[in-house]
DNA sequence: TTGAAAGCGTTACCAC
DNA sequence: GTGGTAACGCTTTCAA
């Protein structure tokens, strides 16, 4: 491997002159550039990261925790963060933060070990607040993803979940259905807290009584859609329409109905959250609130790096709009 | 952040002391071990990646290259790898490298900067072969993935496709199946190539004529999977069966028939091959050739992990058996 | 068993 | 504009 002092050799120049020459920095003549420049692309050379980032303590890494990478809802968001990454050249590196428990590992392949400057936190489990504050404490960047966190020190963005769920909700209802039932995600994320929110804001408005007994709680993933809705089959014939927190929930409640050997949308209606790409390909498509993911890769991504390139300064909050794509499930 | 100077100046050691002490290397007494063990801990002490790799000339990280790390496709690989990198203390470094065009991105991130000590390359592109080449030049250990490749140093970790093909083709048969269609893949790759294969072997060992009209190429995405079943409906009425070449062609060729109003499996048999987590959840279920994905990220991690550590030579060649799991659709 | 010192490849500072 | 040198935090070698 070249190194910058084999280059400064045979210019015939110091190793400063080098590094500052390779770095577009001041103080170089341009023939002397010209000459590095060129010795550099014969030779090979390619800067060694390890040496660099020890002294500049800076990695141009950025760490990405979420729960699980092989989520198919995570795909555009991984795509809309490397096409920026990209651009902006930082390297991303991922851990899948499967359980809180797992923060600990990843404070020390990430943190502790100093691999990246900064970190980007998909999920929203709302126990995990105090990782952040530690973050917080150290001083390293971050922005929270699927999350509103109130302190002012923190970014986060996130979409209206509530907004989203209540345009969902309320679609159902001006289709004429009245006992509508929330198949909710795990309460212990601030997601599934919102999106029952926003059935209920939508139920509330047209006069229909909430009913405790119409909301059942899954975990999103689609075992959880499927038994759900079977409870809700057996015990609540009279529903005419279901809202799913999210798709994996909603094809497992199809996968159910249609076991039942009922019909979707003709005896009961279903939307789901998120648009994953599956979603079109359901039988029948899936009519479901979709979410910016690859946006809000983007934008995660876009925020972070003007943090760290100190052109912006933490406490930025930034709120999405789903949309509601109307297939033939409901 | 603590160094090993300021644990070595607390203990009233050297730093060499400590750095062997941390390292578990001979020729420290236990007792001062012990100490600066206690001190480490106490001192919050992690070592820094950079200057350590910059002597050691390790990273302990790996590169992992595959087309496109959002591919429901590719999630079980991926936690196969993480499961053993988790053991053996590897990093995992992601890099999606669409086209081949990427390839030279790719080594500049990962190879030329020294980034990693080893890649994993998971796909087939037959024109590939000379990044291979390039890397074995570098004397960068790697291995290869859902690829068969002859040259005797490579390690390559593949399924049985021509196998698990002529499988599923033979089911076909067995249920009274004459016209069957093949949904191909791409053909610039070779697992494409090798289902094509046992397609035909199993149509010839049945005495059923090899017709070239009967087999439409797609891509691999479900978009291809409609488009060519549309085809296949409209020139070859008389096929009851088709075999696709993944499942997401089959979701395609799946959602093709079911708009030209026949059903499945009475009017047209389908058979995929991946067995991806959706395919459960198809309507009907969809009976296809699974591929043991996280045994094979698994195993390549291994792998690439006992040739770094000099525990195994190049060269290495592993094939694993896809198994059909029959379903509803076939 | 311990310590001193060199060195990994780079950048940054200061003098020329 | 340029060069010398120290420094980043660690491991390794060699001598004590």
């Known amino acids: 491997m070249t190194t910058i002092k ?39 050379y390619y800067p060694n990261t390890a040496a660099r980032s ?24 991984i795509k809309g963060m490397e096409y920026i990454a990209n651009q902006t050249g930082y390297t991303l590196l991922f851990s899948n933060s499967y359980e809180s428990v797992e923060h600990n590992r990843v404070l020390h392949k990430m943190i502790y070990a100093q691999r990246v400057d900064g970190l980007i936190i998909v999920g929203s489990n709302i126990q995990e607040k105090n990782f952040s504050l530690s973050l917080l404490e150290k001083k390293i960047p971050f922005v929270l993803v699927e999350r509103n966190f109130s302190d002012p020190r923190v970014n986060c963005i996130w979409v209206d979940n509530v907004g989203g769920a209540y345009r969902a909700t309320k679609y159902l209802i001006e289709q004429g259905h009245r006992k509508i039932a929330h198949i909710a995600g795990n309460l212990y994320y601030q997601v599934a807290l919102d999106r029952l929110d926003g059935y209920k804001k939508a139920l509330l408005e047209a006069d229909i009584d909430y009913s405790e007994e119409l909301v059942v709680s899954g975990n999103f993933v689609w075992q959880s859609g499927y038994a759900t809705m079977k409870d809700i089959l057996r015990h609540h014939p009279q529903c005419t329409a279901v809202f ?32 994953l790409e599956f979603s079109s390909l359901t039988n029948p498509p899936l009519t479901t609130v979709r979410q910016p993911r690859y946006q809000m890769g983007q934008k995660a991504m876009e925020l972070l790096t003007d943090i760290l390139r100190g052109e912006k300064k933490n406490g930025i909050k930034i709120t999405l709009n789903p949309e509601l794509i109307i297939r033939r499930s409901a």
Request: charged letters at 25%; hydrophobic letters at 45%; glycine letters at 6%.
């Open 6 to 44: 084999d280059i400064a050799r045979k210019a015939g120049v110091a190793p400063s002159v080098v590094s500052r020459a390779l770095n577009n920095k001041y103080g170089v003549k341009d023939s002397t550039k010209d000459l590095i420049l060129k010795l550099a692309q014969e030779m090979n």
């Open 54 to 77: 020890l002294v500049t303590r800076k990695t141009e890494t950025i760490g990405i925790m979420m729960a699980d990478i092989s989520e198919p809802y995570y795909s555009q968001l």
């Open 244 to 275: 799913a927190a999210n798709d994996a929930m909603a094809y497992g409640a199809l996968q159910a109905i249609t076991e039942a050997k009922l019909t979707v949308p003709d005896d009961i209606a279903i939307i789901g959250f998120d648009d």
